[in-house]
Nanobody, 113 residues
Framework: QVQLVESGGGLVQAGGSLRLSCAASGIMYATNTMGWYRQAPGKQREVVATIKPSSTDYADSVKGRFTISRDYAKKTVTLQMDSLKPEDTAVYYC????????WGQGTQVTVSS
């Protein structure tokens, strides 16, 4: 089992920045993919960014604005979000994929115009 605890959401004006952090505990390995997903009201959950030792991937909508990073020793993953837009408003979830998907409780990000 893996437990994930997120922090760092909040309210910000368009053009501003936020930093999300996620701390994992339990059995996982450096080769497991970690990532951030988001779900806006009335929409399906979508991938924002993922990271594993060999690569990082971003949704087209956040490329150039968001940066995902990971501390493999501390089992943490961070999402730096810059140039935020109102359409980035959503609940953001941390994820780790081992033998199944594990999810954090979610953190609200609200971007006002």
């Amino acid at each position: 089992q893996v437990q994930l605890v997120e922090s760092g959401g909040g309210l910000v004006q368009a053009g501003g920045s936020l930093r999300l952090s996620c701390a994992a505990s339990g059995i996982m390995y450096a080769t497991n993919t970690m990532g951030w997903y988001r779900q806006a009201p009335g929409k399906q959950r979508e991938v924002v960014a993922t990271i594993k030792p060999s690569s990082t991937d971003y949704a087209d909508s956040v490329k150039g604005r968001f940066t995902i990073s990971r501390d493999y020793a501390k089992k943490t993953v961070t999402l730096q979000m810059d140039s935020l837009k109102p359409e980035d408003t959503a609940v953001y979830y941390c994820n780790v994929r081992t033998y199944k998907d594990f999810w954090g409780q979610g953190t609200q990000v609200t971007v006002s115009s």
